[in-house]
C-alpha cells in the first residue's frame, strides 16, 4: 500500500519540527509524489545534504513503500 501525502508530510515533520512541507501528488495515484521542503535545517548544507535529511525522514521507505518522490529542498528566506 503506498504512502499517503499526510504520512510523507508527518514524517518530515517529526524529524524537521520547523519545515514547511508542500506535497503534491503528481499522477493521481497515490505513489508517485512531489515533496517542497523549506527548512531552516538546511542551512549552510549542500543541496545532497538537504535531501539526506529527507531521505533519513522517511526511515527507510524511499524505493520501497515509498515509490517515487521528486523532491525540492530550499532555506527560508525571511
Do not use: C, N
Not at 4 to 12: A, F, L, P, R, V
Not at 54 to 62: H, I, K, P
Amino acid at each position: 500500500m503506498p504512502m499517503s501525502g499526510e504520512e510523507i508530510e508527518g514524517m518530515i515533520k517529526a524529524a524537521m519540527p520547523d519545515a514547511e512541507v508542500e506535497m503534491t501528488d503528481l499522477a493521481g495515484d497515490g505513489d508517485h509524489w512531489a515533496a517542497k521542503v523549506t527548512a531552516p535545517d538546511f542551512a549552510g548544507k549542500s543541496r545532497v545534504q538537504q535531501h539526506k535529511m529527507v531521505y533519513d525522514a522517511l526511515d527507510g521507505r524511499m524505493g520501497g513503500v515509498l515509490h517515487a518522490l521528486q523532491l525540492t529542498t530550499a532555506v527560508p528566506t525571511s
